[in-house]
Nanobody
Framework: QAQLVESGGGLVQAGGSLRLSCTAS????????IGWYRQAPGNQRELVAR???????NYADSVKGRFTISRDNAENTVYLQMNSLKPEDTAVYYC????????????WGQGTQVTVSS
């Protein structure tokens, strides 16, 4: 079964940087799109950044110019480089992939906590 495993979260001061990683494992599959969502306490889960198989990217307005999504196709890994972090970026970050593994579906990672202190 396909799995998404995230890493790289943690505690950082405002203005700092973190890089999140998400690796898709469990077999051979086709990834149509992969990206990151986040959910802060009391808020709905929201899109942060998304990368399609064609290379197009989509970012939330709140992170444009600060966050960069990239992908290593050989490793089935997607990265989220987060710079100039703000306290409002504090949330659990989830990796999400639209992939084909037997059938096409949406897969989620377990989430990784990012906390930005002021």
């Amino acid at each position: 079964q396909a799995q998404l495993v995230e890493s790289g979260g943690g505690l950082v001061q405002a203005g700092g940087s973190l890089r999140l990683s998400c690796t898709a494992s469990g077999g051979t599959f086709t990834i149509y799109a992969i990206g990151w969502y986040r959910q802060a306490p009391g808020n709905q889960r929201e899109l942060v950044a998304r990368l399609s198989s064609g290379g197009s990217t989509n970012y939330a307005d709140s992170v444009k110019g600060r966050f960069t999504i990239s992908r290593d196709n050989a490793e089935n890994t997607v990265y989220l480089q987060m710079n100039s972090l703000k306290p409002e970026d504090t949330a659990v970050y989830y990796c999400n992939a639209d992939l084909l593994y037997g059938y096409r579906g949406m897969y989620w990672g377990q989430g990784t906590q990012v906390t930005v202190s002021s």
